[in-house]
């Protein structure tokens, strides 16, 4: 019998190539859902299949990070070989405004899963999604042994769950691991987050829908990869031989601002025409440089990023390209969540 993972967090950008990956190795898929009134579960249209199929192997449980009941009931009802906690608020400038929200979505939530997968008694892997957040003011580049020093709610979040996984791993024997990814990003990307702005923007201004960009920090400097290498990282995480925590990153450093100018210039426009400034996108305590070292993973675990920055960046404003092309011609009707 095939192996089975849950994963909660499954309809972002992250759980729905991690679906398609896991699908692809003959797992069955349990991902757990909030329940919304709106559907948000567009990235998982192309391999959700008929619920009444026989074969179908992807099914979704109504279920909640801040529920540790229900959490508990999923696990003894799945009984999981692997689960993954990728369910967060992830948005870092939005965890300024929502300090607590955040603190227990993705920092105490991660706690009462591992404490469910505890009192479940179910026997599992666990993955945590930690975040290079979490090194924040620390200097480049970092790596496993680098201290941490988060500089936002959602860093100080995600720094708990990491020392929560860690906690759980040495006082129970859990198989518990934290992927410590930097910033990774695809065309399934939340239109919220800077690098999909961009993107978003590029296109609708080739097309004459938008004028202006507006954009806060451009100096900032950050380790940009490819969010469906990332998931594969993860999943050799789990099948390490013993549980280890690790750096999934580029190691190659590009500002904002190169972003910007990539993609822009990769629709053959100037930037400087227009992009301006706007204080409101600005964080209280800003992140200066994230710039990782993979070299433990690349020896462990055989992995090594293919795709950097500037083609990661020409994927994304071709995607948004086709993507507007296909809603304006009435090809494809989309809700971003």
């Not at 009802?77 to 300024?96: K, T, W």
């Not at 959602?154 to 992927?179: F, H, P, Q, S």
């Not at 910033?183 to 939340?190: A, I, L, M, Q, T």
């Not at 990282?233 to 500002?255: F, I, K, N, S």
């Amino acid at each position: 019998m095939g192996r089975s993972a849950l994963i909660t967090g499954i309809t972002g950008q992250d759980g729905s190539y991690l679906a398609e990956l896991l699908l692809s190795k003959g797992y069955e898929v349990h991902g757990l859902i909030r329940r919304s009134s709106t559907f948000n579960t567009e990235r998982l249209d192309a391999i959700y299949q008929d619920p009444h199929a026989s074969d179908r192997r992807l099914f979704l449980h109504y279920g909640d990070l801040t529920d540790g009941v229900t959490l508990i009931n999923v696990l003894r009802d799945v009984n999981p070989d692997e689960v993954y906690n990728l369910g967060a608020q992830s948005h870092v400038r939005v965890s300024f405004d929502q300090p607590v929200f955040t603190g227990d979505v993705t920092g105490v939530a991660a706690m009462r899963l591992l404490e469910a997968v505890h009192a479940a008694g179910v026997r599992t892997k666990i993955y945590q999604a930690s975040s290079s957040e979490m090194f924040g003011a620390s200097p480049p580049p970092q790596d496993e042994n680098t201290t941490f020093h988060p500089r936002s709610p959602y860093g100080v979040a995600k720094l708990y769950a990491y020392w929560a996984t860690r906690n759980y791993r040495e006082a129970y024997g859990i198989y518990a691991v934290n992927g410590i990814l930097f910033n990774h990003e695809s065309p399934r990307r939340g239109a919220t987050f800077v690098t999909r702005k961009v993107t978003r923007a590029v296109a609708r201004i080739q097309a004459g829908l938008q004028d202006k960009l507006y954009m806060g920090n451009l100096d900032a400097v950050r380790d940009w990869g490819y969010a469906p290498e990332f998931v594969e990282g993860m999943w050799r995480m789990m099948q390490a031989p013993e549980p280890q925590d690790y750096v999934l990153a580029t190691g190659t450093a590009h500002t904002v601002r190169d972003f910007v100018q990539l993609a822009f210039g990769h629709a053959g426009l100037d930037w400087e025409k227009y992009v301006e400034h706007d204080q409101r996108y600005e964080r209280p305590t800003e992140v200066d440089a994230l710039i990782g070292d993979y070299s433990k993973a690349k020896r462990d675990l055989g992995w090594e990023p293919q795709v950097h920055t500037p083609d990661l960046v020409k994927i994304m404003v071709d995607a948004d390209i086709k993507l507007l092309d296909d809603e304006r011609s009435g090809r494809l009707v989309r809700v971003d969540v």
